[in-house]
């Protein structure tokens, strides 16, 4: 987009390469911590009361709050480690194909998204954090469909399909409780603007662009396409070049081998 491009010749030391993989880091330190500390996760969730009355710490700590969701236990290490890991893998996906800048700004927009959310709903939402890495992986299935996962590290699973049932169990809760749909409007918004809507845009060009070759194609007559061809037999000037091909009085086109006996007395 040219927009960007002028951004990026202006802006472009907001760059923050590996954005994702640092924070997932951070997911992953403060998971230890709340190992250690189990209520440090209410020192740094999201609370606009408290954020007005002067801790505004927790405008940027509440991203990281969230790190204990798979539990303290061997489970929550497993889910924490596979995080930080696809982590580390759609943050390089989603530089290679957009760009330092231009992922930074996604990931940036996502974090500005969800601040504004939480402030519209006031008393914070619960995982919050966790809805960063959801535009990341939306957007990466979007960018690369055919990417396949191993679920349970034997079934192997195209990513695109992994990204239609998150949203669908993303969605289900919505549909229960409506009030909650600005806050996933405004924290998905960054998905929607740097992948959702392009990728509609591509579709759409690709669909215009195939029913124009369709329209070529059928417009444009064959190459090999037959001159003659006889109404009996019916070979052609292109099966048969050696064949002389005439037209009776009736209009009909016959070879040499079919003609009406008054046209060859004719002739």
Not at 80 to 109: C, H, K, N, P, Q
Not at 110 to 122: H, Q
Not at 201 to 216: C, N
Request: hydrophobic share 55%; proline share 4%; aromatic share 16%.
């Amino acid at each position: 987009m040219a927009f960007l491009d002028r951004m990026e010749r202006k802006f472009g030391w907001l760059s923050f390469p590996g954005f994702l993989r640092y924070y997932a880091l951070f997911h992953a330190l403060v998971y230890i911590l709340q190992i250690f500390r189990p209520d440090i996760g209410l020192l740094l969730d999201f609370d606009r009361k408290l954020i007005l009355n002067g801790e505004i710490w927790r405008i940027i700590t509440f991203l990281f709050a969230s790190s204990g969701f798979g539990g303290a236990g061997g489970l929550g290490l497993l889910f924490t480690f596979f995080m930080v890991m696809i982590a580390f893998m759609m943050s390089d996906a989603l530089e290679s194909a957009w760009g330092e800048f231009r992922a930074s700004l996604f990931f940036y927009s996502g974090m500005a998204g969800l601040i504004a959310a939480n402030f519209l709903y006031g008393e914070g939402m619960s995982g919050s954090g966790l809805i960063l890495y959801t535009s990341a992986f939306f957007a990466f299935a979007t960018l690369f469909p055919k990417v396949e996962f191993r679920v349970f590290f034997v079934i192997p699973v195209q990513v695109r399909f992994l990204a239609i049932f998150g949203a669908v169990v993303l969605l289900l809760p919505v549909l229960w409780e409506p009030l909650r749909i600005p806050y996933f409007v405004l924290g998905l918004a960054n998905y929607v603007l740097f992948a959702g809507i392009p990728a509609l845009r591509g579709k759409a060009r690709e669909r215009v662009s195939l029913a124009r070759r369709k329209e070529f194609k059928a417009a444009k007559a064959p190459s090999n396409a037959a001159f003659h061809i006889c109404v009996v037999c019916k070979r052609s000037d292109v099966s048969n070049p050696e064949l002389d091909f005439r037209i009776d009085v009736d209009g009909q086109e016959y070879c040499e081998d079919h003609l009406p006996e008054a046209t060859q007395r004719i002739s």
